[in-house]
C-alpha cells in the first residue's frame, strides 16, 4: 500500500533551521506532485509549499516564502522541505502529501488540500521563542 512517512521534525530555537524528508513507497513517485502541508490545534490544515513532478516548478505560501525550500529526489522517492529563520508561528504538525498528476503537465501542483490523493502522519516542528 501507498506509504509517506515523514522525518525531520523536532525542537529548534528561534531563527535556526530543521530540514524534512518525506519518503514514499507503494507507488510510482514521478507521477505525484508533492506539497507540504501543516496544522495547528483547533486550526484548518494549511498550504505551506507544493512541487511539480520533475521538481521544475514550485509554490510557496506567502508567509514562508524566501525561508522555505521545497525540493525533490525521484530517484529516492522522497521530498524534502528545508526550513530556514523559523519563527514560533512556524510550530505546527507538518505533512507531506502525493497529488496524482491524470495528465501530461510538467509544471503542475496544487495548492489545495484536496487535490492531495495520499497523506502522510505527520511530524512535529516546535519553534521556541
Known amino acids: 500500500q501507498v506509504q509517506l512517512v515523514e522525518s525531520g521534525g523536532g525542537l529548534v530555537q528561534a531563527g535556526g533551521s530543521l530540514r524534512l524528508s518525506c519518503a514514499a513507497s507503494?507507488?510510482?513517485?514521478?507521477?505525484?506532485?508533492m506539497g507540504w502541508f501543516r496544522q495547528t490545534p483547533g486550526k484548518e490544515r494549511e498550504f505551506v509549499a507544493a512541487?511539480?513532478?520533475?521538481?521544475?516548478?514550485?509554490y510557496y505560501a506567502h508567509s514562508v516564502k524566501g525561508r522555505f525550500t521545497i525540493s525533490r529526489d525521484n530517484a529516492k522517492n522522497s521530498v524534502y522541505l528545508q526550513m530556514n529563520s523559523l519563527k514560533p508561528e512556524d510550530t505546527a504538525v507538518y505533512y507531506c502529501a502525493a497529488d496524482l498528476v491524470r495528465f501530461s503537465s510538467g509544471t503542475y501542483y496544487s495548492t489545495t488540500k484536496n487535490a492531495y490523493d495520499y497523506w502522510g502522519q505527520g511530524t512535529q516542528v516546535t519553534v521556541s521563542s
Open positions: 507503494g507507488l510510482t513517485f514521478s507521477t505525484y506532485a
Open positions: 512541487i511539480s513532478v520533475s521538481g521544475g516548478s514550485t
